[in-house]
């Protein structure tokens, strides 16, 4: 299984800041990278697919980068309604493998 | 829009088998490139995936559940199915279905609001 690996598990920041989140894959993944977005009590809701590409109906705040193994979801000014968990996931290869989350709070 | 919905019991006993099934509303489940995937979340943990189906009945399962698991498709009642067989305590959690863009990165789009199932006697 291709292992993914978020950092940090949890930040705080304030409202406006610039938030960065990383994910390595434990293999060449190419693009076929996408980052989720939970909050809580809800089922995740996709922000970004093949590493760079916004969701229809995401916010441009948010964008995303990388390729091969190295990944980051940027938040460019962070808003209260972000305050929510953020999973990676790999779609190169079955099993779909996830990391293990990066949970973003408001200081 | 579409929507998928996850319906089945919420309560399963110990080694009996766990069978869920996602509605899918709005679209036809069999239009476009996309396949139907079955994920799950233990209570304040991370996301596994379990198995997708696509319409012509190809399935993937995760090695590590592939001897319990079986999804199955009715396109006629627009529904997926899961089946997990020998349930344990560690099969407690939140199951999600979605729906997965075969035609793109492999994304998943839409997802179901989730639904508990405890495994207890």
């Known amino acids: 299984d291709v292992q993914m690996t978020q950092s940090p598990s949890s930040l705080s920041a304030s409202v406006g800041d610039r938030v960065t989140i990383t994910c390595r894959a434990s293999q060449s993944i190419t693009h076929y990278l996408n980052w989720y977005q939970q909050k809580a009590g809800k089922a995740p809701k996709l922000l970004i697919y093949?590493?760079?590409n916004l969701q229809s109906g995401v916010p441009s705040r948010f964008s995303g980068s990388g390729s091969g193994t190295d990944f980051i979801l940027t938040i460019s000014s962070l808003q209260l309604e972000d305050v929510a968990t953020y999973y990676c996931?790999?779609?190169?290869?079955?099993?779909?493998?996830f990391g293990g989350g990066t949970k973003v709070e408001i200081k | 829009q579409v929507q998928l919905q996850e319906s089945g019991p919420g309560l399963v006993k110990p080694s009996q088998t766990l069978s869920l099934t996602c509605t899918v509303s709005?679209?036809?489940?069999?239009?476009?490139?996309?396949?139907w995937s079955w994920i799950r979340q233990p209570a304040g943990k991370g996301l596994e995936s379990i198995g997708r189906i696509y319409t012509s009945g190809s399935t993937n399962y995760n090695p590590s559940l592939k001897s319990r698991v079986t999804i199955t498709v009715d396109t006629s009642k627009n529904q997926f199915s899961l089946k997990l067989t020998s349930v344990t305590a560690t099969d407690t959690a939140i199951y999600y279905c979605?729906?997965?863009?075969?035609?793109?990165?492999?994304?998943?789009?839409?997802w179901g609001q989730g639904t508990l199932v405890t495994v207890s006697s």
């Open positions: 979605a729906r997965g863009r075969g035609y793109s990165g492999e994304e998943l789009d839409c």
């Open positions: 709005g679209g036809s489940i069999s239009s476009g490139d996309y396949y």
């Open positions: 093949a590493a760079s």
């Open positions: 996931q790999q779609s190169f290869t079955i099993p779909l493998t």
